[in-house]
């Protein structure tokens, strides 16, 4: 295989690289300007969040304000910073100093947290990586740790270090890493935990890509984790009988509670804004598929109306869609597979034979799904 790169002349091998370097110092320049001229308030993230987002209000609520403040502080200690560097970009982000308010979601699989994530991490124009942390908790994991997550933000980041580091990561699945209470857990979850720990504390990182090596800083990096922690209230409301304590078990959360989870009291502690997320109700899930700008009952409307179809969903149809989806316990997630059932034999025959309104009551649905 003949490599192209190896027969340029150094001199055109310069060039390239110098014309990496202009574009890399561009994007740089862009994101950190960006960073700086950030003027969102939390009231304005929540609701550009609610044309996406149903349902969880108090979640928005502390999401927003926690991502507004953070990147709000952000932009200006960089602006102060860039004024003492006298515009060098680098010692501007290595000299300043914000303090991260990084944020744990806890709630069913299904209802908005990686949603919420990503939707905020757009809001704010930052690069964004989800990594699913089960597949460091699988036995016989052969990765290098936990530091492998900073390969897939300097990835997102397209590869630049400078914009990964004021980028968001969501640890999802966080509770699958809790090394007790669960007999047939890895032994290397605290040893994960640990390698996180490194991470969230805003450190110097080498991330190996072949032969380079990369310094990326976490310092600057909002992380959010998430998890559905099964059986945690039942941790805090035995805890709270035994205080003599009553109220709601969201209400009382403690770090305590998550350590005789499993977690790490460290790492916990390195995540001082926490929220519930409640579990999606059939009226939730019916306003999913109605008013989020992502529903999917709408991408299926559209890719019918390519073929001149007209899809109408009645109200009972819709009742019937949302009641199943909760009865699998899926949260929105469920609302994909149970249309997809519903519709699977008419977006097979209808495209090219008929045009036209075709309406989906009640019983249809039931019919599909029998």
């Known amino acids: 295989m003949i490599n192209m790169y190896d027969d340029l002349s150094g001199q055109s091998r310069q060039r390239i690289k110098d014309k990496i370097e202009l574009l890399r110092e561009e994007q740089t320049s862009r994101a950190v300007q960006e960073i700086i001229e950030f003027d969102k308030t939390p009231v304005e993230l929540k609701a550009a969040m609610d044309g996406f987002i149903i349902g969880q209000e108090r979640g928005k609520k502390i999401i927003s304000t926690a ?70 908790s699988e036995v016989g994991y052969v990765g290098q740790d936990a530091a492998d997550i900073l390969l897939d933000l300097l990835l997102a980041a397209g590869g630049n270090p400078r914009v990964a580091q004021m980028g968001i990561v969501y640890l999802d699945e966080i509770d699958k890493i809790a090394t007790e209470m669960v007999a047939y857990k890895d032994v290397s979850g605290r040893g994960v935990q640990k390698g996180l720990l490194h991470m969230v504390d805003g450190t110097e990182n080498t991330v190996h890509i072949g032969r380079e090596r990369i310094s990326l800083s976490t310092k600057h990096v909002l992380f959010i984790a998430g998890g559905a922690f099964e059986n945690l209230e039942t941790l805090v409301k035995k805890r709270l009988a035994r205080q003599g304590y009553q ?29 519930v997320y409640d579990q999606l109700t059939t009226q939730d899930l019916k306003d999913i598929m109605t008013r989020s700008a992502d ?21 009972d149809a819709l009742t019937e869609v949302a009641r199943r989806a909760e009865q699998e316990g899926t949260g929105a997630r469920g609302l994909i597979s149970v249309i997809h059932r519903v519709l699977l034999e008419d977006m097979y025959r209808l495209p090219g034979s008929y045009t036209g309104r075709f309406v989906v009551d009640g019983n249809y649905v039931k019919e599909r799904l029998a």
């Not at 809001?123 to 699913?132: C, K, P, R």
């Not at 509670?257 to 804004?273: H, K, W, Y």
């Not at 109306?305 to 109200?315: G, M, P, V, Y």
């Open 67 to 136: 991502i507004a403040f953070h990147y709000k502080r952000l932009g200006g200690a960089l602006k102060k910073a860039l004024a003492e560097s006298e515009g060098d970009i680098d010692l501007a982000l290595q000299n300043t100093k914000s303090p991260r308010a990084n944020i744990l979601m806890i709630g069913p699989s299904g209802c908005g947290k990686t949603y919420t994530s990503q939707t905020a991490s757009r809001l704010a124009g930052v690069a964004f990586v989800h990594e699913d942390m089960t597949r460091f």
């Open 295 to 315: 529903s999917v009952l709408l991408a299926y409307s559209n890719d019918l109306q390519a073929w001149a179809i007209d899809l109408e969903f009645t109200d």
């Open 247 to 275: 109220g709601n078990w969201k209400d009382h959360l403690l770090t305590d509670d998550l350590v005789a989870f499993g977690m790490e009291r460290q790492l916990m502690g390195r995540f001082p804004v926490r929220v």
